[in-house]
Nanobody, 124 residues
């Protein structure tokens, strides 16, 4: 599956951004989806995940209450709405698709395919 993330940019602290990720897979609706990020000099961190039904979501503690993941299966697209952004949210954000269809989602971590990231920079 090919994944392409969009929507990154430069924003001031306290601002908002909405990331989008479009998947090439026709069977998109069968797979859990998620977002990860990697800041300079840091390990990759899972941010959020959403089940294939859209009925379950999980978030990293660092973004709970500020970020919202959603999906539109008709458009093969997953979104990440980021509010109240902080400088520590600065990172390259990647979307990921689960490698197994209909898997029960248990956390914000997705094991599967990755796409090209989009850079989010939050200035103080």
């Amino acid at each position: 599956v090919q994944l392409q993330a969009f929507g990154g940019g430069l924003v001031q602290a306290g601002g908002s951004l909405r990331l989008s990720c479009e998947a090439s897979r026709d069977t998109f609706s069968r797979y859990n989806m998620g977002w990860f990020r990697q800041a300079p000099g840091k390990e990759r961190e899972s941010v959020a995940a959403i089940s294939w039904t859209g009925g379950s979501t999980y978030y990293a503690d660092s973004v709970k209450g500020r970020f919202t993941i959603s999906r539109d299966n008709a458009k093969n697209t997953v979104y990440l709405q980021m509010n109240s952004l902080k400088p520590e949210d600065t990172a390259i954000y990647y979307c990921a698709a689960d490698g197994v269809p209909y898997r029960l989602l248990r956390s914000s971590t997705i094991s599967g395919s990755w796409g090209q990231g989009t850079l989010v920079t939050v200035s103080s």
